[in-house]
């Protein structure tokens, strides 16, 4: 990159906040995404929305590409850059106001996801949204990615939650959508447009969440299956028994024997299956539901039913999933964490597909994630080294991607396309809707400034 | 209209559903929107997807216009088209499946929303989206418009419900979005684009929802407030008190006197509000929530508090509210419903405004609506012959947009732009806002085939 751009990036956020030197490029030269690295040309940190507009408007002039980048904990490669600017925005991390009154938060987009649940929280408000991230990622990351977290089954993803953002438009043009009206039809919804476009589109600078108030109950519940069939089965029956829990997630053995292996919580490695159960709301509320859940558990050969008695034990017992991913991620150097995702009624089969398709590539899968959102996380324990474990790897995958779009699933329910999944997106959206995705990216973005090369 | 054009239509759609006399086209000459008449071309009524596709085919290549109609009860002018193309989806009229497991329902366009309503009551599965006119309104115009309704407040609008939808693009390919996996951010989220769009981007043949469990218990309450400013603080208090009723609806003192003088239903003619109130849920919940309710009402002076002691009672209480719209419109020959939308935090400040701007243009002007949501509807009573007094009503509504948008508001919460509120978008969203939409309607269609003139 050329030394007097760096000198006109260094005018508009200070030379402090703008890194263009070799060991800086190289931090930001990757993400959590497996397999893909890419140097950028220069990092830049503004602080405030007016030197994100300053910094886009010079890169739409100059024909240099821009990446919004939060904490770079992307999983499909969404915020790499060839050779263009990062725009970081750890420093717009300002929470700008909560309104008690109207239930809504605005924050700058480089708040971290934890730091809102702990603020609204103590006041007696909840924000749903919990990425496996949420100690690390950002506001803004979660908005460009859509991201879902262990209570999407009932309270649903970032986008039901999002009500306004403030957001720098590939030349460089401020524009507000939505607001603190919770209907408002006025022109088309921006909002949710804006709203999983991987940084295509713009850059956010601010966002307004709805909030919710927060449930006074909460009960936690850990259930080993000799049978995966039957656990599968019995994430099913609850949702037919019109049971929505907050949480209800799935772990398969691999999964469980690493966890284990890991962390000690006191899992059975005899077991096919195991499901964390989290029902919250009113106490009532939960006490019924939580019996009528041990009856289907039991009902579907459980080995054993566990219910935790206090606040450390639920945290306790809610471990074994949250650090399913760290567990997995220490058997081998490379962790290739996929996120097909089916209609809940497809989770058995789902499951036993992936096990044999394993099987079938020699391969170690383990199998984790959100089923009662049919949202699965298979994981496949590799080494990047070995070039002939890669390549069977992708071919598994592809053909659990097809198996996914097959049962009227999707190649990816919360980690976004990026780079990673390009290669799939025609296939589940068709010829069609491609062309409107490009057209709709073409519409914002004449230039291509934008975050190029990603979705499509 | 060219007949060598109609018969085209006529051999896609058959003879008996293609029409072109004078008395038909009068009766789709006007829409529910005041004022507003257009005559169109003709109109065609499809009896499948195909069929649709091939006559937007057909008027793409023309040059002739689509716009698409369900039952013609839009606010705005939005179904209304100046010598093209009607087309009007009565006859996709099927249910195409209910999935239990998945609680997903999906249908063509052309059904009734309080059909579906029923159809999944049945299974103890509910669709929350209940607009005014659900008795006539089709599911296509619903997700057209991204339509509310009383239960709002709790479980959102039309947008949230929507999870797939098969939609016929301006130059008739077809296009699916969705489906039934519940997470989905494989490339932008066109489902939400297309919700709301007002039929410009496309016409939807079938939408899939999503289902919730049906609440088990409700609870209906009526209350009468002497003091307007104490009704608007009691719905502030509930939200702050963290209770979320299903609905919380508000009718002022010109809307109550009309609803008596319709319905009889025994509302009081010396107060200045009534609010009516629903909770759902667990039956514990539902009564905890309306102890807490009666106690908040009390203490903000209401005059009486009224709970319905069974469904027929809970029906006749929320009468008063279903019926204020025929209500008001039985005074004079015209009727102007405007949905003018504030954070609920401004009620009190909107409704006095609004009171004071009817005395101040010497206008008749009763406010009901969606109070817990911020969404109001000042109802103009008068006569579009009377030139002076329409004229007073438009600068009347024009300083109550001025206002809601001047609080943080909205110029319309649910019944969409369309013809009637183009004027006031610009001012809304901004040179940046209007330009990014018609950009977005530019690239769906290039031609302007789809519902022209319509929002921009």
Redesign the interface.
Known sequence: MKQSFINDLQKIVGEQFTLSDKESLAVYGYDSTPELESLPGAVVLPGSTEEVSRVVALCHDAGVSVTPRGSGTNLSGGSLSAGGVVLQTSRLNRVVEI?????TATVETGVITSALHRDVEGR??FYPPDPGSMNISTMGGNVA??S?GLR??KYG?T??YVMGLTTI?PDG?????G????????????N??L???EGT?GVFTEVMVRL???PPAKKTMLVHFPELEQAALTV?RI??A???PATLEFLDRVTIRCVEDYARVGLPLDVEAVLLIEVD??P??VE?DAAAIRAICEKHRCSFFQTAATAEEALKLATARRVALSALARVKPTTILEDA?????CIAPMVKLIQETARKYDLTIGTFG?AG???LHPTCLTDERDKDEIARAHQAFAEIFDAAIAM??????????GLA?KK??PK???E???R??R??K???DPKGILNPGK?F
Chains 1, 2 share one sequence.
């Open positions: 309104d008690e009154e109207n239930l007696g408000l990615e859509n879902g999407g089954l993803v986008s039901d438009l043009v401020l524009l507000k959508t607001g603190k009206a919770v209907k408002n039809v006025a022109g088309y919804n921006l949710d447009l709203v999983s476009s589109l919710i108030p927060k099913s949702i037919a019109r049971i929505i709301g009113h009532a509320v019924e995702t089916v209609p809940r009624s959100h959102d049919g949202n009227g699933g999707t190649i990816t329910g919360e980690h976004g396309v999944k799939y997106l589940l959206v068709g069609a809707g491609v409107v995705m057209n709709i073409e519409s914002f979705v």
